[in-house]
């Protein structure tokens, strides 16, 4: 994964954290008042701890961080409305496709938090437009960066598996035969599978691809002979067995110079910046008033 995928990464946790925090800061308002505020949220033998308790120490950890993330979001859209500069679809699924083929933490079960990333990375290039509008990069040195980093455009076939571990062979047997009787693959990899991580999950671990180093290489070699929605048989594993499930496939592509020339502009204009991809430069700009006042 290239710098700038990972900052994408680390970008969506992050917009992802700060719009639960909000969530709870605001909750109070929306529900009820002072009556709400009062609630209990938790009790330690006779003492307790009221919901108020809990939003202020929130607020204090949290306050200043969530309020600016917002800021930063409402920034972007009103300034890229300004200079007309939009993102297209094609721009947003070409680098979430990107992401999904190497950063595994990503589930199609989970249509709500593909929404987000894909929110994300749209508000991701708007700023990144935004911040590089008025560079100019040669086609020399555009195409030059393409012919260098082809690998970092070629997205391989990625495969959206589910896994129960057991740590024998009989275990895997009889896991499997329930399977074949009717059992759920998702409830019997919570009650069964050792790899407590993914058990949480239903025994979900998202897209892994050819490329992926933290599964073993069995993983995909099973996976090019599932169907969609069916199961292996018992595969040796380090740990003991391994059941595998198809979830789904995503299939590779390998992205021309003309899908990525704006990509790789932003991209060398950011790497010149030297500086973080932030809004701060057009909150002024935008006339931004906070509770914090204008130290950004």
Known sequence: M???????????????????VAFFLTRANEVGGAAINDETVATVGKKSISRQEWLNELETRYGKDV?????????????????KIKVSDQDVEREFSMLQSTY?????KNIQSEKKWKEQIRKTLLLEELLTKDVKVSEKELKGYYDKNKNLF???????????IVKTKKE????????????????????RSIEEFSANEGGDIGYISVNDEQFPRVYIETAKKLKKGAYSKP????????????????????YTYSDVKEQIRRQIALEQMKSP????????????????????
């Open 154 to 164: 070629n997205v391989p076939d990625a495969y959206h598996l589910s896994h129960i």
């Open 277 to 296: 991809a932030s809004a701060a430069p057009f909150w002024d700009e935008a006339k931004v008033e906070w509770f914090y006042g204008r130290n950004k």
């Open 67 to 83: 309020l600016k993330e917002m800021i930063d979001h409402k920034v972007v859209e009103e300034m890229a409305a300004r200079y």
């Open 235 to 254: 595969v040796k594993v380090k740990a003991g067995y391994a059941l595998l499930k198809l979830e789904g496939k995503m299939n590779g592509k390998n």
């Open 172 to 191: 895997a047997e009889k896991a499997a035969k329930e399977l074949a009787n009717g059992s759920n693959f998702s409830a019997l990899a919570m009650e």
């Open 104 to 108: 595994n933490s990503f589930s199609s």
């Open 2 to 20: 290239g710098k700038k995928q990972l900052w994408m990464v680390i970008a969506g946790l992050i917009m992802i954290n700060c719009l639960t």
